[in-house]
């Protein structure tokens, strides 16, 4: 089974940046769709952002455009989410996942079902 585990989580400050990582345990990039949920408390999952296998193509929520980008580097085999301009709305345990499907095109925060495998979440905290 493939497993996700994402790292860079922590305690930031409102207008700060942190750049959260996803390894996946085997070479999937290359033909699984990646994404990054997050889920606060009390709310529902939320999507976030979603990066086709070849890289060139990604799609945001719009409260994160322009702050956050989502990237895959084959040679590493990861997944990076660089958020930066934190807000403590942006506050959630952020989740990586990976769909064996072809690019969707578009993502909502219905669009967990599309995902095959999960990583365990990392907490990202933003104080204003």
């Known amino acids: 089974q493939v497993r996700l585990v994402e790292s860079g989580g922590g305690l930031v400050q409102a207008g700060d940046s942190l750049r959260l990582s996803c390894a996946p345990s085997?070479?999937?990039?290359?033909?699984?769709?990646m994404a990054w949920f997050r889920r606060a408390p009390g709310k529902e999952r939320e999507f976030v952002a979603a990066?086709?296998?070849?890289?060139?193509?990604?799609y945001y929520r719009n409260s994160v455009k322009g702050r956050f980008t989502i990237s895959g580097d084959h040679a590493k085999n990861a997944v990076y989410l660089q958020m930066s301009s934190l807000k403590p709305e942006d506050t959630a345990v952020y989740y990586c996942?990976?769909?064996?499907?072809?690019?969707?095109?578009?993502?909502?925060?219905?669009?967990?079902?599309?995902?095959?495998?999960w990583g365990q979440g990392t907490q990202v905290t933003v104080s204003s």
């Open positions: 996942a990976a769909d064996r499907g072809g690019w969707r095109g578009t993502y909502g925060d219905y669009a967990g079902r599309l995902f095959d495998y």
């Open positions: 085997d070479r999937i990039l290359s033909t699984h769709t």
């Open positions: 990066t086709s296998s070849s890289g060139g193509n990604t």
